[in-house]
């Protein structure tokens, strides 16, 4: 078997060099131990197991949102029937409770004590000096997004101040909505509902990182969702791809369409499905309460699978950005040290003043006159007064804002100008991120533009959108906003097959030696192994970011030991946010999965010189496993990729 290396040259001489120490400047990084066999192979498959899907009674679709959560549910056996879960007690005025807040309450010994409205209602009935001890969590999510280097051990801070295992907080709400979820499913059927009988979908933003995701999954494995023996029974879902499965479903009755451009003719009883033709790309614009998402899809027919045609940005733009404006207005008539006190001294009553907020930030609208008032709880003003020595009142007409005044009967009145100001930022950053999607080659065709998710109820947003958009596509809102990326998971976990291409996020590959080439490879890499002279820390590519990745399709890649003694062979796998990657040292390079393929035992007359250990990646729907096989002896090894444990 004279086969050339990647270097050129013969590999006969090696099997009889002395084992040397290293005699080289470059000590091997992650001791690179496989170079590829040339020609490396690249076969694109798709798994033909992928279909076998395992069957389910029910599927399960938990919304877990930045400010609200739901679930909604399908049986099998009647899949155009799609239940949102009950309507929960204890709803707020002017908001319509379809969805619960995402809020958690646990008792001063850290256990789960309740969830949404209810945990919210009894934390506020508290005593204020009882309250500092129990620890009440509001729009946790969102740290999934903001932290850097999130681990299995990244904290969360309670209303009090008091630090809480981010993955103890995620598992307690999944767990909740499990309960909730089989026990309504038990009281609809009439008799006891198991877990294995539900396929459950749990919808997380596109834009989140690999590490996020692979939280969310840990986490509903340890709330007992799933396990990783089945962890086909739970599919992570992106937020804005079920929103477009859903959306394309629609009947021309269930949109409202912001543009008043003729209807080229489609009865209401067409699906906006009849009115996409083969090959029709439209942007979801999926705006929530923590993040905002965009992602283009093109809807491939006959069978209508869809393509993602650029990789899902967006950002931080979500209601929460208002909220946060709000408290920064609160912060220059009272004073930022003033509410920093009365947040961690009055918890309760900040909620309550965050509550009231809300639904008047609801009632905002562009073409509002009358003022928008906002009720101060009675602990605020008496507060204020204690801290400062004077009244709110006082506070109100000694600062510069013009738009808020104090009315008589004890609230705060912003001229719908000041409630608009609000809005302004995050309206901004969500335009100004679409303006920059309009510029991408594969984006300038689009034909429609889908507002959903919570945020798309509000008129200003959809009032900037059109006026920005309105001439290039179709801006389109589904009627049931709110409950669009609920549906659509629903839909999603009864045929899963429905996405069909992807975007990959990051560049993978595996760290090789490769034979040194003088002039052509950098000195420092140069590791000299038993007489042969290896450039080391090598990425070797096998899929690279922004590449379309078809679901479930495997990459493979053949290597071989660099020494044919060697048993044990350990293939590292990393990943990068760029393309360009030459080396597993470059900048942004991060280790992600180890194969170790034990060898052991199994040489024999059958093993060739050269081994040949096949590597192989199958990209699912958010996870990515990988698999080594030694060709001669088929033993394997396998793993899926980790970015929360290196």
């Known amino acids: 078997m004279a086969n050339k290396d990647a270097g050129g040259s013969d590999t006969g001489s090696r099997e009889t060099a002395p084992t040397s120490a290293y005699s080289s400047p470059a000590r091997s990084l992650g001791d690179t131990g496989i170079t590829p066999l040339s020609p490396s192979h690249i076969a ?28 909604a549910y399908s049986f099998t056996k009647e899949p155009e029937c799609i239940h949102v879960m009950r309507r929960w007690e204890g709803g707020d005025p002017g908001v319509s409770n379809q969805k619960t807040p995402t809020t958690i309450l646990l008792t001063p010994e850290r256990k789960f004590h309740s969830f949404g409205y209810a945990a919210r209602d009894f934390y506020h009935d508290l005593d204020p000096n009882e309250a500092k001890q129990w620890l009440y969590l509001e729009k946790f999510k969102m740290k999934l997004h903001t932290t ?11 209303a009090n101040g008091k630090k809480v295992k981010a993955l103890e907080i995620f598992v307690y709400a999944l767990q909740y909505f499990k309960e909730q979820a089989l026990k309504e499913l038990s009281d609809q059927a009439g008799s006891e509902f198991e877990n294995s ?4 979908v749990i919808t997380v933003p596109a834009i989140w990182k690999q590490p996020a995701k692979q939280f969310m999954r840990q986490a509903a494995y340890q709330a007992g969702l799933a396990s990783p023996e089945n962890s086909e029974q739970l599919i992570i879902a992106l937020e804005p791809e079920a929103a477009s499965i859903y959306c394309r479903k629609l009947r021309l009755y269930q949109m409202i369409e912001l543009s008043k451009a003729a209807v080229n003719g489609y009865s209401s009883s067409d699906t906006v499905g009849a009115g996409f033709a083969q090959g029709d790309k439209y942007v979801v614009v999926d705006s929530g309460g923590g993040t905002v998402d965009l992602t283009v899809h093109q809807i491939r027919l006959p069978e209508g699978h869809l393509k993602e045609l650029y990789k899902a940005t967006g950002g ?24 920093e006190q009365f947040k961690i001294k009055r918890p309760a009553a900040w909620v309550d003043l965050m509550i009231a907020f809300e639904s008047r930030k609801r009632a905002a609208a ?21 801290f400062r020595g004077h009244s709110v009142e006082h506070a109100l007409r000694k600062s510069n804002v013009d738009f808020v005044k104090w009315s008589s009967q004890g609230m705060l009145r912003m001229s719908p100008d000041a409630m608009n100001a609000l ?14 999607l309009f510029q991408k080659p594969e984006v300038s065709t689009v034909k429609f533009l889908f507002l959903v998710g919570g945020f798309a109820e509000a008129p200003l947003l959809q009032q ?33 097959a429905v996405i069909k291409v992807r975007r990959s996020p990051l560049t993978y590959g595996v760290g090789v030696l490769n034979r040194y080439v003088e002039g052509k490879h950098p000195p420092e890499k140069l590791l000299v192994k038993d007489g042969t002279r290896w450039c080391t820390d090598v990425f070797d590519k ?21 020494k044919p003694s060697q048993l044990v062979i350990v293939i590292n796998i990393y990943s990068s946010e760029h393309d360009n990657v030459s080396f597993i040292t470059d900048p942004g390079v991060k280790k992600c999965g180890t194969l170790r393929l034990d060898l052991t035992g199994t040489s024999g007359t059958s093993v060739p010189a050269r081994r040949e250990i096949q590597t192989l990646m199958q990209f699912g729907d958010t996870e990515i496993k990988a698999t080594a096989v030694d060709i001669a002896t088929s033993r394997s090894v396998k793993v899926g990729i980790d970015f929360l444990n290196y």
């Open 44 to 71: 694109n498959d798709a798994d033909p197991n992928v279909s076998e899907q395992p069957t389910f009674l029910v599927v399960v679709a938990i919304d877990f949102g930045t400010t609200s959560s739901g679930y």
């Open 148 to 158: 850097g280097d999130l681990t299995m051990d990244t904290d969360l801070t309670a």
């Open 197 to 200: 009988d539900v396929r459950w």
């Open 316 to 339: 931080p733009y979500g209601s929460l950005g208002v909220d946060y404006e709000f408290e920064k207005l609160l912060c220059k008539i009272f004073g930022e040290d003033f509410i």
């Open 366 to 386: 562009p073409d509002r006159t009358n003022p928008l008032n906002i009720t101060l709880p009675f602990s605020f003003i008496d507060y204020y007064k204690k």
């Open 423 to 436: 809005f302004k930022p995050t309206i901004d950053s969500i335009i100004e991120h679409l303006r920059d």
């Open 464 to 496: 900037a959108v059109q006026a920005a958009f309105g001439d290039k596509c179709r801006i389109i809102i589904p009627q049931d906003v709110g409950l669009t990326i609920l549906k659509g998971a629903v839909l999603f976990g009864l045929d899963p």
């Open 542 to 562: 096998f899929i690279s970011a922004d590449q379309s990745v078809a679901l479930g399709e495997l990459v493979k890649r053949s290597y071989t030991p660099a």
